[in-house]
C-alpha cells in the first residue's frame, strides 16, 4: 500500500478507486440531482396552487412546447411528477444517501484501507452516472419524459397512446432504472463483503458503529430487493417492445382492441412493492444510522440501548419484507391476505417506538452541542416521530380505503421518508464534511440553512394532510375540477410558499458546500472529538487512508463522558485501563 | 500469503452474494410465472426434446469442470478440459436456440395474436438464463486463456475457482428452471 | 434580456455572500477565535430555539390547522359502513394526537434543558434493559387491541352480505365514467371489450339474456338505506372509484371486475340541506390515468324510492337502445 502511484487528475477525480473519491462522487451528482428534483417539485406545485394561470419560470424551463403560454400541460405535470419521484427516491437518497455514506464510512469505520473492490466500486459510480444521463437525456425527447408516476403502472406505463410520457420517455427511464440497479448490486455487494472481511483488528460486529450496521443492512436489502425491480420492469419491456401479455388484458385505447388477453396489472404491483417497500427503507436506514452517531457524539453520551438499536434495525428490515400489501388493499386483493399485511405493517411501529425512544433516552442528561448537524439529527427524530404515527393510519386496511391515494399519503411519506431521509443525509454532510475536505461548513449559514429548512418542511408537508382528509386525491393537476375542493386554496397556496422558501434555501447550503471546500477554515484532525476510527486518520487525505498502521479497536464507539476518564471521549483505539470494563 | 487468502475469500463472497442477487432475480419471476399461472387461461404444451438435451449437455459441462479444477488443484494443466467446457457450454447456448424453434413450431409464441402468457414466460425466463450463461461463457473463455498462459499454480488457481462457482450455479439454475417448467 | 438580468443577480447575491463570509472570519480572526468552533453561547442560542421552534412554534402551527383547516376533513360518513370506519379513525387519530403531544414536547424539553452550558456534564447511561423492556411492551399492548378493532372493522365492510344489494356496474375509460343498473332481474348481462363498438360502449354482450334490461346511465341514483354492490371495469388503464363521502375506493383494473358494497345513509337533499346548496356526492378518479386524470368525475344522488323510481321510469333499457337500432 506504501508505494506510490503517479495520479494523474483522470485516475484521481475521474476514475478513480479511492473510496473516499467515489463517495464525494456520488454526493456531488446526488446533490446535482436533488436541484433539478426540487425544481420540478416547485415548478408543478406553482401550476397546482395557481390554475390557469401563466407563470414566465415554467415557460422559461418547459418552452413553448409543454407549456404554452407560460400554463403547464397536464401531460407534462405528470411527467414532472413521476420525474421529481424518480430522482428524489432512487438518485438523491439512495445513490446519493447510500452511495455516499457507505463509501466514505465503510472502510474509515471499520478500519480498512479501501472496499474489497475498488474496481467494482468505481464500476458502481459510473453505472450510475450512465443511468443519470440516460435519465436527464429522457428529459429533451419529444414526446416528454415517463408521465405514470414513479410506481410506473401498467397499463399506464405500457401503453404509449395513454399518455405520451409513456412513449420513448418511458423506455429511457426503463433503461436508466437498470442501470441503477446494476450500480446499486454493485455498490451493494461490495459494501457487505468489506464490512464483514475486512474489519481491523478488535472490530467486532459488536462494536460497530451504528452507522455501519444501518448500511450492512441496508445493502442486503438492496441486494436482495433490486433484483426482483430488475425482473419486473424486465417484463414490461416485453410488454412494451415485444408484444407479450404479462400485464396487459382486455384493453382498447384510442379506439383500438389490444389482442393481449390474460395479462394482470395487480402481478405487476406485488412485484414492484416487493421491491418498493424494502426501498423506502433502504433510503430510511442509513439517515436512522447516520442520525444515531451523530446524536451520541453531540450529546457527549452513549446512545442508549445499543443493542436494542441493532436489534430494531434489524426487525425493521425483516418486516419490510412482508408488507408490500399494504400499497394495495384497494386493488381488490383478498381481503384476508389484507388482513395479514395490516398485521405485518402495524408491527413496525414496535421497532420504530424502541428507536425513538431510546433517542430520547440518549438526550436525556445529555450535554448537547448544537452543531448544524445535530440540529439536523435532533429534527430527523421529530419527523421520524410526526411519519411514523401517520403510518399507524395509513397501515390499518380499513382507514386506507378513504384516504389511499389521497394528499395524505403524500404528507405521511414526505414527513417520514422525504424529509427524514434529507435530514439524515444533510446531517451526514455537516457531521462529515471536516474529514471529507479538510475544511469546516460555515456555521452561521448552516444555522440559518437549518431553521429555514425545518420551518418550511413542516410547512409544506404538514398541510397536506388536511387535502387528503379533505378527500383530495394526488396526481392532480389542478382541483379546480370539483367545487369540494375549492376551499382547499388557501392550504394549497401556504404549501407552495413554503415550497419556494424551502427550495431557495438549499441553494444557500450548495452555496456553503462548495464555498467551504475551497474557502471554509481549516479542519483539525477530531473536531467533534469523537471516537470513530474515521477520526484518527490525517487531515490530508491519502490512499490507504491511515499513513501507518492501521488502528486496532479496543472499546465500544459510544464511550463519551465515561465516569473515571480525562477527557469526555475515549477513541475506540484507546484500550481499556486497569480494571476498566467495556460499557 | 495472508493477503492472496484474504483476497481469494472475498473474491468468493462477492460471488456469492452476486448470486445470492440472480436467485432473487429468477425467484421474481418465477413467482410471478406462478401467480400468473394460478389466474387461469394457461396454455400447457409439451417441453421440446432439446431442452432435455440442454439438461444433459450443462450436466456433462458441470463434470467436466470439476475435473479441470482437480487437474489445476493437482498442479497439472486445465487447459484442456476448460475448453470442454465451454465447448459444451457453447453447445447448450445452440440446443437452447433449438428448443425456441421446437416452440415455434409447436405453436408457442413469444408474443402476438395466438401467444400466451405460458409461452411468454418461457422465452423471458430462458433467454434470461442465456443472458447470464453468456456471462459464464465469457469467464470459461478467459479462464482457459489463462490456464493456457500458466497464470494457475497449485496454491492459487481462484479463477478457475470463480469460474466453476458461477457455471455450476448456472447448471443448477438451469435444473431447477427446467424442473420448475415441467412440473410447476 | 430578462435571463441576463436573473444570471446578474445570482452573481451578485453570490458575491455579496462570499464577501460577508470573509468579513465574518476577518472579525473572528481579529478577536482570534474559530469562527466555526461551537460555542458555549452557540449551544445556549440554539438549545432555546430549538424549544421555541420545535416545541411551540411547530406544535402551535399544528393547532392552529387543525383549528382553521379541520373544517376542510370531510363531513360525517354517509354510508352504514363509512360510520364503523369514521369511529376507528376518530380512535387513531386520538391515539396519535396523544402520543405526538407526548414526545415532541419531550423532544423539544431535552434538546434545551440539556444544551451544553459550561459547567454542564452529560450522564453516562449506556442502556437499562427495564426501560427498554418497558417501552418495547407498552406499544406493542396498545397496538394489540388497534390492530384487531381495525381487522374487525375491515372484515366486517370485506365480507359484507350483498346478496340482497342492487348491482350497478362502473366502467372506466379515459377519461370518463359510465354506469350499468343491472335491471329487473338484477343480473348484469355479460361483457367483452371485443365487443364495444358503437353505442355498445360497454361491450355489453347482447345474446346474454341478463344483458336486454340493463340500463346504462351517466350518473348514478341510489336509494336511502337500500343497499348496492358496485362492480368496477376498465377500458385502458388502471382507475381508481373514490366516492369519499361514502368512504367508498376500489381500484378499476382492465381484465378483471372488482367490487364494493355499501349501503347510503344521507339523502343528497339532506347533505345539501347540512353543507350547503353546492352539496354533491361525486365520484372521482383516484389512479393516475393520463392527461384528465383530475377530471373524470361522475355525480352520484342518493334520494327517496319514489324519487329513484321516477327516475327509473325514465331510462332506457339496453334491449331499448341496442338492439332496435
Ligand atoms: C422541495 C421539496 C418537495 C416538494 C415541494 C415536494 C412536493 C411534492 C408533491 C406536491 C408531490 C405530489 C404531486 C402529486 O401527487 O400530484 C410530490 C410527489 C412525490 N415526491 Fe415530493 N416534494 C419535495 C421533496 C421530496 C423528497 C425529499 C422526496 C424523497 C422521498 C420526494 C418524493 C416524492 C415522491 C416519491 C412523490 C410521488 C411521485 C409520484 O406520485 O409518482 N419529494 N412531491
Ligand atoms: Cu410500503
Ligand atoms: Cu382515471
Not at chain 2, 57 to 63: F, G, L
Not at chain 3, 49 to 76: C, D, E, N, R, S
Not at chain 3, 159 to 186: C, H, M, P
Request: charged share 15%; with cysteine; glycine share 8%.
Amino acid at each position: 500500500m506504501s508505494e506510490h502511484h503517479k495520479e494523474t487528475f483522470l485516475t484521481k477525480y475521474i476514475f478513480s478507486l479511492d473510496h473516499k473519491m467515489i463517495a464525494k462522487q456520488f454526493l456531488i451528482t446526488g446533490m446535482f440531482m436533488g436541484v433539478v428534483g426540487m425544481t420540478m417539485s416547485i415548478l408543478f406545485r406553482l401550476q397546482l396552487s395557481n390554475p390557469g394561470e401563466s407563470f414566465a419560470v415554467l415557460e422559461f424551463f418547459l418552452g413553448e412546447k409543454w407549456a404554452p403560454g407560460g400554463v403547464l400541460d397536464p401531460n407534462m405535470y405528470l411527467s414532472l411528477v413521476t420525474m421529481h419521484g424518480t430522482i428524489l427516491v432512487f438518485w438523491v437518497l439512495t445513490a446519493g444517501l447510500t452511495g455516499t455514506f457507505a463509501n466514505f464510512l465503510i472502510p474509515l469505520q471499520i478500519g480498512a484501507r479501501d472496499m474489497a473492490s475498488g474496481f467494482m466500486n468505481m464500476l458502481s459510480y459510473w453505472f450510475f452516472f450512465a443511468a443519470t444521463l440516460v435519465l436527464m437525456y429522457s428529459l429533451f425527447v419529444e414526446s416528454g419524459p415517463a408521465a405514470a408516476g414513479w410506481t410506473i403502472y401498467p397499463p399506464l406505463s405500457a401503453l404509449p397512446q395513454a399518455i405520451p410520457g409513456s412513449g420513448l420517455g418511458q423506455d429511457l427511464w426503463l433503461i436508466a432504472i437498470t442501470l441503477f440497479v446494476v450500480s446499486s448490486l454493485l455498490g451493494g455487494l461490495n459494501y457487505i463483503v468489506t464490512i464483514l472481511n475486512l474489519r481491523t483488528k478488535g472490530m467486532s460486529m459488536s462494536r460497530l458503529p451504528l452507522t455501519i450496521w444501518a448500511l450492512l443492512i441496508v445493502a442486503i436489502l438492496g441486494v436482495l430487493s433490486f433484483p426482483v425491480l430488475l425482473s419486473c420492469a424486465l417484463l414490461l419491456i416485453f410488454d412494451r417492445s415485444f408484444g407479450t401479455s404479462f400485464y396487459l388484458s382486455d384493453i382498447i385505447i384510442n379506439g383500438e382492441a389490444l389482442h393481449n388477453t390474460g395479462g394482470s396489472p395487480i402481478l405487476f404491483e406485488h412485484l414492484f412493492w416487493f421491491l418498493g417497500h424494502p426501498e423506502v427503507y433502504i433510503i430510511l436506514l442509513p439517515a436512522l444510522g447516520i442520525v444515531s452517531e451523530v446524536i451520541s457524539v453531540n450529546s457527549r453520551k452513549p446512545i442508549f440501548g445499543y443493542k436494542a438499536m441493532v436489534g430494531a434495525l434489524i426487525v425493521i428490515a425483516f418486516l419490510s419484507f412482508v408488507v408490500w400489501g399494504h400499497h394495495m388493499f384497494i386493488t381488490g386483493m383478498d381481503p384476508f391476505l389484507g388482513s395479514v399485511f395490516t398485521f405485518t405493517t402495524l408491527l413496525i411501529a414496535i421497532p420504530s417506538a424502541v428507536k425513538v425512544f431510546n433517542y430520547l433516552a440518549t438526550l436525556w442528561r445529555a450535554n448537547i452541542r448544537f452543531t448544524p448537524a445535530m440540529l439536523f439529527a435532533i429534527a430527523f427524530v421529530s419527523t421520524f416521530i410526526t411519519g411514523g404515527l401517520t403510518g399507524l393510519i395509513l397501515g390499518d386496511s380499513a382507514l386506507d380505503i378513504n384516504i389511499h391515494d389521497t394528499y395524505f399519503v403524500v404528507g405521511h411519506f414526505h414527513i417520514v421518508m422525504g424529509v427524514s431521509a434529507i435530514y439524515g443525509m444533510l446531517a451526514g454532510v455537516y457531521h462529515w464534511f471536516p474529514k471529507m475536505y479538510g475544511r469546516m461548513m460555515n456555521k452561521k449559514l448552516g444555522y440559518f440553512h437549518f431553521w429555514v429548512t425545518f420551518i418550511s418542511a413542516y410547512g409544506v408537508f404538514f398541510p397536506m394532510h388536511f387535502l387528503g382528509l379533505a378527500g383530495l386525491p394526488r396526481r392532480y393537476y389542478t382541483n379546480s375540477a370539483f367545487p369540494m375542493f375549492d376551499g382547499l386554496t388557501d392550504i394549497n397556496e401556504v404549501i407552495t410558499f413554503f415550497a419556494i422558501i424551502g427550495g431557495l434555501v438549499q441553494l444557500l447550503f450548495i452555496f456553503n458546500f462548495f464555498y467551504s471546500i475551497f474557502k471554509g477554515t481549516k479542519a483539525s484532525e477530531n473536531p467533534w472529538k469523537s471516537n470513530t476510527l474515521e477520526w484518527t486518520t490525517p487531515v490530508e487525505r491519502i490512499h490507504g487512508n491511515w499513513p501507518g498502521e492501521i488502528p486496532s479497536v479496543e472499546r465500544w464507539p459510544y464511550d463519551y463522558s465515561k465516569p473515571g476518564a480525562d477527557e469526555d471521549f475515549i477513541p475506540q483505539n484507546v484500550p481499556l485501563k486497569e480494571g476498566e470494563t467495556e460499557h | 500469503m495472508q493477503l492472496t487468502l484474504k483476497k481469494n475469500k472475498t473474491s468468493k463472497q462477492l460471488l456469492w452474494i452476486g448470486i445470492v442477487s440472480i436467485v432473487m432475480f429468477f425467484a421474481g419471476l418465477t413467482s410471478a410465472y406462478i401467480v400468473r399461472k394460478a389466474e387461469g387461461g394457461w396454455l400447457e404444451f409439451e417441453m421440446p426434446v432439446w431442452f432435455t438435451i440442454s439438461t444433459v449437455a450443462i450436466v456433462a459441462s458441470s463434470a467436466l469442470l470439476l475435473f479441470a479444477a482437480q487437474n489445476a488443484r493437482a498442479g497439472r494443466s486445465a487447459t484442456n478440459l476448460l475448453l470442454g467446457t465451454l465447448a459444451i457450454g457453447v453447445f447448450f447456448t445452440y440446443s437452447q436456440v433449438q428448443g425456441w424453434d421446437d416452440l415455434v413450431a409447436q405453436g408457442v409464441y413469444l408474443t402476438g395474436e395466438g401467444s400466451n402468457a405460458s409461452g411468454s414466460f418461457i422465452y423471458a425466463l430462458t433467454l434470461m438464463h442465456l443472458l447470464h450463461l453468456i456471462g459464464g461463457l465469457i469467464a470459461l473463455g478467459i479462464t482457459a486463456v489463462k490456464s493456457k498462459q500458466g497464470k494457475y499454480t497449485k496454491d492459487n488457481y481462484l479463477g478457475i475457482q470463480l469460474t466453476s462457482i458461477y457455471w455450476h450455479f448456472l447448471g443448477i439454475l438451469w435444473l431447477y428452471l427446467f424442473l420448475f417448467f415441467t412440473y410447476a | 434580456m430578462e435571463s441576463i438580468l436573473v444570471g446578474l443577480i445570482i452573481l451578485l447575491s453570490v458575491i455579496v455572500l462570499v464577501q460577508l463570509l470573509r468579513v465574518n472570519e476577518l472579525i473572528s480572526e481579529v478577536k482570534n477565535e474559530d469562527p466555526n468552533e461551537i460555542t458555549e453561547k452557540d449551544n445556549n442560542t440554539q438549545g432555546i430555539l430549538t424549544f421555541l421552534i420545535v416545541g411551540v412554534l411547530f406544535l402551535a402551527f399544528v393547532l392552529w390547522q387543525f383549528k382553521y383547516w379541520g373544517i376542510h376533513i370531510l363531513p360525517p360518513a354517509s354510508s352504514l359502513h363509512g360510520a364503523t370506519i369514521d369511529t376507528l379513525m376518530n380512535v387513531t387519530l386520538g391515539l396519535i394526537i396523544f402520543v405526538f403531544f407526548l414526545t415532541q414536547p419531550v423532544l423539544a424539553w431535552f434538546s434545551f434543558k440539556y444544551r451544553g452550558l459550561k459547567n454542564s456534564a452529560a450522564y453516562y447511561y449506556p442502556h437499562n434493559n427495564k426501560l427498554e423492556v418497558i417501552w418495547t411492551v407498552v406499544p406493542t399492548l396498545v397496538l394489540t387491541p388497534l390492530i384487531i378493532y381495525g381487522l374487525n372493522v375491515w372484515n366486517d365492510i370485506t365480507n359484507a352480505d350483498t346478496t340482497n344489494s342492487k348491482v350497478i356496474e362502473l366502467y372506466a375509460k379515459q377519461f370518463n365514467w359510465t354506469a350499468r343498473y343491472a335491471g329487473e332481474d338484477n343480473s348484469l348481462g355479460k361483457a367483452n371489450y371485443k365487443l364495444v363498438k358503437g353505442l355498445n360502449e360497454l361491450g355489453v354482450d347482447m345474446e346474454d339474456e341478463n344483458a336486454g334490461d340493463d340500463i346504462i346511465t351517466r350518473e348514478v341514483h341510489l336509494v336511502i338505506d337500500q343497499p348496492v354492490l358496485l362492480k368496477m371495469r376498465s377500458q385502458d388503464v388502471i382507475h381508481s372509484a373514490f366516492l369519499p363521502h361514502f368512504r367508498v375506493q376500489m381500484n378499476c383494473v382492465p381484465g378483471m371486475t372488482t367490487q364494493f358494497g355499501f349501503t347510503p345513509t344521507q339523502t343528497t337533499a339532506e347533505m345539501k340541506e347540512q353543507e350547503g346548496e353546492d352539496f354533491e356526492f361525486v365520484l372521482l378518479c383516484n389512479k393516475i390515468c393520463g392527461a384528465a386524470h383530475y377530471n373524470m368525475k361522475m355525480k352520484f344522488i342518493v334520494e327517496s324510492q319514489e324519487e329513484y323510481d321516477t327516475w327509473m321510469a325514465s331510462q332506457k333499457t339496453l334491449k331499448n337502445t341496442l338492439t332496435l337500432n
